[in-house]
């Protein structure tokens, strides 16, 4: 496997506040020589700066066809390893020499990655350690993923377009014999969704009740959540999709609800999101079509076997 670690960060634009990206690439542009920029906004963002490489296809190409397209550029340009980044995340400072560190040490790496917070949910805390966690997904924000691993698993899915790509993509690096490894040493702040914390009171009784249940989805009712249909078809679609996909090595995705299995989701995802939903009629309809077409799917059934 890997030795070197000559690493690129990568963005995927759409629609970016640019007050936010500006700050996002000031930040980045002191840790690495080339920041690969992909745009799937339909009008172009105008960013000129020499260490950017801007590309742009003049739609939405989905996240993952985003992905691949930066990860082909720097493995052009003689890259090891690509931090993929959100538009709107500042990476602290000295991180990515971190992980520099940390892929001196391993051979066997395929993603290394900070801790992820969101800090307007009062249930989302760091842990206050230092240690090297190994673990089984990564969100790709702030993940530094190696070139090699990256096209020896098969690059990113593209018919997934967005959502639980990054769950898809990190079970077939582990069945393909690369770790993921978490730098408890590096925290990133990243917000997830639209939403609007409740009132301290409320907020308490949500905690309170997840603890005493076990459970962290009783903990998202301490704030309100803007739902979005496009999003629900997606991930109702796309949990489908893989599990279809990925069937020989046991459930993907379902992590991301706090859950085990298809019964679960629809607890923890599909009927929170109706009752959440602004627009029920339109998040109902997502629902259906997204359940519907993810049945219709027709993937090919991945194999770890080279």
């Known amino acids: 496997m890997h030795m070197n670690n000559k690493i690129a960060v990568g963005i995927v634009l759409y629609q970016p506040d640019m007050a936010r990206l500006k700050q996002c690439v000031a930040n980045l542009e002191k840790q690495v020589d080339k920041i690969y920029v992909f745009d799937n906004s339909e009008k172009g963002t105008n960013l000129n700066d020499e260490h950017i490489v801007y590309m742009t296809e003049g739609k939405n190409r989905g996240i993952a066809y ?45 993603i290394i990655c900070p801790q992820v917070i969101d800090k307007r949910r ?46 898809e993509f990190c079970k077939r690096i582990r069945m393909r014999g690369y770790k993921i490894i978490r730098l408890n040493e590096w925290v990133l702040d990243q ?78 995802f599909i009927i929170p999101s109706i009752l959440r939903a602004q627009d029920k009629k339109a998040v109902f309809k997502a629902t259906v079509k997204g359940i519907c077409d993810g049945k219709e799917s027709q993937p090919v059934e991945w194999s770890a076997e080279l």
């Open 66 to 110: 985003a992905l691949n397209k930066i990860m082909e550029k720097a493995q052009i340009d003689d890259f090891d390893w690509v931090v993929t980044m959100d538009q709107d995340s500042i990476v602290p400072d000295g991180m990515i020499s971190g992980f520099r560190k940390c892929i001196a040490l391993h051979s066997d790496v395929g």
């Open 122 to 167: 009062v249930y989302s805390v760091a842990e206050r350690n230092k240690e090297e966690v190994y673990i089984d997904f990564c969100i790709t924000s702030a993940s530094c993923t190696s070139i090699e691993a990256w096209e020896k698993c098969g690059k990113f899915d593209e018919w997934l377009f967005i959502d639980l790509v990054d769950n």
């Open 191 to 268: 917000e997830f969704g639209k939403i609007i914390p409740k009132s301290e009171r409320e907020q308490k009784f949500w905690l309170a009740v997840s603890k005493v249940l076990h459970n962290q989805n009783f903990a998202k009712f301490s704030y309100k959540k803007f739902v979005s249909p496009l999003r629900v078809y997606y991930t109702n679609r796309n949990i489908i999709y893989v599990n279809k996909k990925m069937k020989k090595y046991g459930h993907v995705g379902y992590e991301n609800y706090n859950c085990k299995g298809y019964p679960g989701f629809i607890i923890s």
